[in-house]
Structure formats: C-alpha cells, structure tokens
C-alpha cells in the first residue's frame, strides 16, 4: 500500500512517513475504528487511549465460543462427598422406559385448549420419544438409582417398557 501511494504523487507522500512511524497501537487503532485516525495530529491522543484499552484482558479472544446456546450439563454435586447429585426436573419431567429411552409430555398441553383444534387436542394427549443425544444427556443428569428399572403394579407404560419391533433387541422370538 505504500508503495501505490508514493506513486500517486507528491501530495499524498506527507502523510506516509506519519503512517509508516507510527506506533503499532496506532496502525491496530486505524485497522479497528478506520474514522478516528485519518487526520494526522487531532486523533493521535484518542488513538492511543482506544488502543490502551483495546489491549485490556477484555479485548483479547477468547476459547469460549460466545454465539453457542446455553446447555444444561451435571453441575449439582453433594458438599459432604461430592457424589453428583440428581437433578430434580429431570425426573420431574421425563420418565425413563427400561431400554433406555426417555419419554415426556408435550409442553403446553394444557393451556388455550379452547383455540385449538380436536386433532391437535388429541396429539397433546400423547407422550413424545426423545431422540439419542437427549436420552444420553438425561442418562447423565441423573443418578444409577433413576437409571436402574423401576416395576411398578398396573403401569400404564409396560408395552413401550420391551422393543420387539428391532430383531436385535427382541427377546421374543419371531
């Protein structure tokens, strides 16, 4: 780039050798914010503030991605043992069959049933599966106890409880 101004003219060679003696804060400052440091001596002060700050522990990257959503992860664990702790509205809202998938209701069944339709009525009344990575999650947040199967009489999930439809995971023969 220095090289194309020196070969404009002569009119534009004054301001070069300010450019090129310039501090590297300055050089990073006019790169960051390209209004402030195009006049030569009015901006100079403001430039090297901005680049005083801009090399502050605020400014320099960072490994944590910051555009990610937030994910709820196994952070309870117990003061005394620091066993971890299971988290309440894991099992508060899913329940666990005994292969290992998760299963849960869908949210807002209950509300507005007046606006909506006697299809959808009818698909607020089924239970919904979680997929893989949900159910491995949930796994985590809870502890062996909820992981272990639970027999209960007269329970309503006993049917979904086996997968007979997968020749791998069929206990039944065929």
């Not at 790169?31 to 502050?56: D, E, R, W, Y």
Request: proline share 7%; with cysteine; glycine share 4%.
């Amino acid at each position: 780039m220095l090289q194309t101004l020196l070969r404009v003219g002569r009119q534009l060679t004054t301001a070069v050798p300010y450019y090129a003696s310039a501090a590297p804060t300055l050089l990073q400052c006019s790169k960051v914010f390209p209004g402030t440091c195009h006049n030569s001596m009015k901006f100079g002060s403001l430039c090297s503030t901005i680049a005083k700050q801009h090399n502050s522990l605020l400014f320099q990257p960072t490994n944590v991605p910051l555009c990610e959503p937030p994910t709820r992860t196994v952070t309870k664990f117990s003061l005394q043992k620091g066993k971890r702790k299971t988290v309440k509205a894991v099992v508060k809202r899913f329940f666990r069959l005994h292969w290992g998938g998760w299963i849960r209701t869908v949210a807002g069944r209950h509300k507005k049933m007046w606006k909506k339709s006697a299809k959808r009525r009818h698909r607020l009344k089924q239970h919904l599966l979680c997929n893989s990575t949900q159910s491995y999650l949930l796994d985590k947040m809870v502890t062996k106890f909820w992981r272990t199967p639970k027999y209960y009489v007269e329970d309503p999930y006993e049917p979904y409880h086996t997968r007979e439809e997968h020749p791998i995971a069929r206990r039944k023969p065929a």
